[in-house]
C-alpha cells in the first residue's frame, strides 16, 4: 500500500461524516509533501475501483485574473486614468493626442469612449472636458472582490453574471473550472488495502491460499478488442456496384459458379477453331483429373461439328477435321463466354420458343498469362449480352456507353479489332488518370451467325455482347497503378480496411 494510499483511508477512518473532499484533502497537506490535487484523485480512483471508496463529482467555476486585469488592479481602469488625466487638465482640457501622450494610445482608446458612456466626460469642439467632480472605479473595485476571496476558486458567485462578462469581454479576466470530488467508504472500505489476485494458480490450490485470498471482480460490460474482420475488399464493392447497374438496366444474372468447362463449351460453340493459339497449352489451363468431360448435347454437338468442317449461314467454315477429343478436354475457363454460350442454346432450345433477353455474369476466370502491372493469371469478368431480333452496331455501342457511364467512365474509345465469335468486334479502352494513358479495359462484338445458327436460334435474331475485366475499373477508381496492390497474396490489410465505399455517378 502506497504513502498516500494510507493517508486517504486514515481520512476516512477519523473524519467525523467518514468523507472528505480531495481539493481541501489536498490543500491541507503540507507543502513538503509533494502530492497534488491530480495524485490524491488518481489515487483515490483506484480505490473505487476495488470498492474501497466511492467518489461523486462536483464542479466549480471560478474567474482569474488576466496579466491586463491584474495590472488594472494595480493601478486603475483605463477610463479612470483619463478622467484623472482630463480633470488635471483644469478648464482647458485635453484632445486625443494629448491625452493619448498621458495614458497611453491603448488606454485612451479603451478609457475615452468608456468615460463618455459613464457621463463622466464631454468634448467640445476637439476638446475633453471632465464633468464630473468625482468618480468610484467600478471595474477596478470588482476585480478587487474577484481576487479578494480567501479561496480565489471560490469567486465564481462573487459578482453578477452580467459583470462578470463585462469583465471577460475586455480581457480582464478569463473563465476556469475545477472538478473535484467527494469522497466516502465504499463497501470493501478497510483502513489498509490488501492486494487483490487477478487469476487462481495452482499454487494457491495446492497450498490452500486460495481460501484466504481475495480476488478481483470480473467486469462483464468491459469492452474487448475490436474484431479486426468484416471488412469487404475494393473488387467486391465493385462487383456489387456492377450487379446492381445491370439489374436496373433489365439484365438476369446467369450462373457462372462452374469455373471448369470443357473445350466445347469454353472453344467451338463460340466457333473458336480447334488450331487457335489460345487454346494452346501456353495460353490456356487444363485439368488433368478429370481430363475430359462426360458428355455434350449431341445433337448440337453435331451441328457445332458441321459448321467448323463445312461451314453455313452463309460461311464456309474452317475446312479442317474436327478433332472430338480435343472437344472433350476439360479447363479452367478462359472467359465466361462459356456459360453465355449455355444460356443462348437454352434460350434457343425453350419451350415456346425464343424470347429476348438480357443476360450478365460478374465471376473469375483464368488464362496462362506473362504477369505485370495490368495483368494477372487469374481475374475476374464482367459480361453482358442482349439477344433480340435485328439489332445492330449501333445498339451494342449504345449498350456499353450507357453502361460505362453509370460506373462513372466517360472517357471511352472504340477500336476495331478482330475475335472467332463475334463480328463486328471493338476493343473498348477507357483513360486512366493516374497513369496518364488509355487502357485496355474491354471487348465487344455481335455474335457471329457461326456461333447462333447450330444452337437453334432464328436468322433474324441478333446478339450483341461486351466484357471487361472487374480489375480494370477498379484500378481507375481507386487510382491503383499495379493491378498486384489489388487483387493476389501481395495485397495490404490495410488498404482493405481503409477502402472507401464504391459509388459511381
Known sequence: MSAIEGQILNQLAISKDSSFNTYEFASNLPPDYGVSHENIVGTSKSLAGDGYVIMKSSKIDYWELTDEGRTVLREGSQEAKCFKAIKASGEGGLDRKDLEEAVGKGAAKVG??????????????????????????????????LSGCANPEDNGAVLPGKDASLLKKRKLVVGKSRTSYDVTRGPEYAEERVKKAADLTKEMIDSGAWETTKFKAYNFKTVGEKVGGGYLHPLLKVRAEFRKILCQMGFEEMPTNKWVESSFWNFDTLFQPQSHPARDAHDTFFIKDPAQTVSVPKDYYSRVVKMHEEGGSGSIGYRYNFKPSDARKNLLRTHTTAVSSQMLYKLANQEGGFQPRRYFSIDRVFRNESMDATHLCEFHQVEGLVADYNLSLGDLIGTIETFFKKIGITQLRFKPAFNPY???SMEIFGYHPDLKKWTEIGNSGMFRPEMLAPMGLPPNVRVIAWGLSLERPTMIKYRIKNIRDLFGHKVELARTKTAPVCRFD
Open 112 to 145: 475615452m469612449g468608456n468615460c463618455m458612456k459613464n457621463k463622466w466626460i464631454a468634448k467640445e469642439g476637439d476638446k475633453m472636458k471632465a464633468k464630473a467632480t468625482d468618480i468610484e472605479d467600478i471595474v477596478q473595485i470588482q476585480l478587487s472582490k
Open 422 to 424: 463475334t463480328e463486328p
